[in-house]
């Protein structure tokens, strides 16, 4: 696990310190030198350092100066030399100049092989000085120090012009900015260096490889103690996505899956896979609310009910009804999110939930607009566990809130939700408590897509196969 942090953490840390600032400036300067080093610059090529008035201006000093010395041809272009006698960043650019750094009034781009954006630090708000804005359209080689100058380090979104780096050197954690808005697309390669300010208080989490586990099946599992999981969906014209999430169940790692659908599409199912079981209910090609009773008499001995999946114009009763009688752990997604009347009913339940909204689902559900703070505050309210779907994903209880980052656009593809919901409830099914089954489900979903987009176009059919992939 790593923390995110917000500009406002940064700013405590930074005044928290008990190391001196030019200290702290040293390793952050030299970090960025590292950086451009790692970038391909050595002996003879030329650095533009664009530095401000500011410490993050300091930190752009620092890294002139030991790349001067590694025999860069370095010339820094200042919105101002930094004021203040004993002011560090003052300091730091008096002792690039000694060692033959070139201090110039920023002016129009000249030509040179890489730009470090030494700027504005966390704390930018706004738009970028005019002056400023041609460097941006350039099409050399950016390296950020802290956040892409022009993006705000908070919400990652841009008033304006704004660079885009290839690669951004933060220190002691990433802020928010980096993974929200525009962030993500700017901040090119995130590097994460310890400068020593101390354990900050983190915002998100980003979750890693490490906090992603797979459940674990015993030597001595058999189908129905490796994890049962039922689907409730599927309804003419959508029956696949309740077959994508039952068939990624199985991929998943669920040793039983079945779908629960209206009885008349049994048939339908039995043709589409015969390794996957369906059990029909009620004589209607959509679920009522009179066939809770058969739902649940259908589901008993299963540990897991995904309920949404193709589930088409359904009663709120029906969902309603569902939720207030399943005793067992549940996962919302799709249409079932749809059919609630307001949240009232998810903070009823007292057996655990999950709900797995998109952006606009979770918007007309909560009335909010989507936010991992909108999530955070919908979870505390409900006692629902949110897992709210976009890039990144967000999981969080309302306490700790988890950035997922894996995957990306090659997933915006109609049934990769249902792969989603289907692998969650597999994971729930397999031992997992909901808030690790949530971010580890979301997290081998991106990867999957990921690692299915570098062979072609993704498709949630081929997705369901990939996810069962070592």
Request: proline letters at 5%; glycine letters at 14%.
């Amino acid at each position: 696990m790593r923390p995110i942090i917000t500009p406002a953490e940064s700013a405590r840390l930074d005044n928290a310190s008990t190391e001196p600032i030019e200290t702290l400036m040293e390793r952050a300067g030299f970090a960025v030198a590292v950086a451009a080093a790692e970038m391909g610059v050595g002996y003879g090529d030329r650095v533009t350092v664009l530095a401000g008035r500011g410490n993050n201006g300091g930190d752009g000093y620092v890294a002139a100066k030991h790349l001067a010395d590694r025999g860069a041809q370095v010339t820094v272009q200042s919105l101002g030399f930094p004021t203040g006698e004993h002011s560090p960043a003052r300091k730091a650019g008096t002792a690039a100049v000694r060692g033959g750094v070139r201090v110039l009034r920023l002016g129009e781009p000249e030509p040179t092989d890489l730009v470090i954006d030494a700027l504005f630090g966390v704390g930018f708000r706004g738009k970028l000085p005019d002056e400023v804005v041609p460097w941006t359209e350039l099409e050399t080689p950016v390296l950020a120090v802290d956040v892409p100058s022009g993006i705000d380090a908070s919400t990652g979104e841009t008033a304006g012009a704004a660079f885009s780096a290839d690669v951004t050197v933060t220190f002691q954690a990433a802020k928010t900015g980096h993974f929200l808005g525009e962030g993500p697309d700017r901040s090119g390669v995130l590097r994460v260096v310890d400068i020593g300010l101390g354990a900050p208080r983190a915002e998100l989490m980003l979750c890693e490889a490490v906090d992603a586990p797979s459940p674990v099946r015993d030597r001595r599992a058999h189908k129905w103690s490796a994890g049962s999981v039922a689907v409730v969906g599927g309804s003419p014209g959508i029956t696949g996505a309740a077959m994508l999430a039952t068939r990624s169940a199985l991929k998943a790692g669920a040793g039983a899956a079945t779908i629960v659908c209206a009885a008349s599409l049994v048939p339908v199912y039995a043709a589409l896979d015969p390794g996957v079981m369906a059990a029909g209910v009620g004589d209607s090609y959509w679920f009522r609310a009179r066939d809770v009773d058969g739902v649940l008499e259908v589901v008993e001995r299963y540990d897991v009910l995904v309920v949404g999946p193709g589930l088409g114009p359904v009663d709120v009763e029906f969902v309603e009804g569902l939720m207030a009688r399943w005793e067992g752990p549940l996962v919302l997604d799709a249409d079932g999110i749809n059919a609630l009347d307001g949240v009232a009913a998810l903070a009823s339940r007292s057996a655990p939930s999950v709900i797995t909204p998109h952006a606009g689902e979770f918007a007309r559900m909560s009335g909010e607009d989507a936010s991992y703070q909108a999530a955070e505050r919908l979870a505390d309210k409900t006692g629902t566990l949110v897992l709210l779907k976009g890039s990144p994903t967000f999981v969080t209880d309302g306490v700790e809130t988890w950035a997922v980052t894996t995957g990306g656009s090659e997933l915006a593809t109609i049934g990769t939700g249902d792969v989603l919901a289907g692998m969650l409830g597999a994971f729930i099914a397999g031992g997992l408590s909901e808030d690790v089954a949530a971010r580890s489900a979301a997290y081998h979903h991106g990867v999957a897509g990921a690692r299915l987009a570098k062979r072609g176009t993704v498709m949630a059919t081929d997705l369901v196969d990939e996810i069962g992939r070592p």
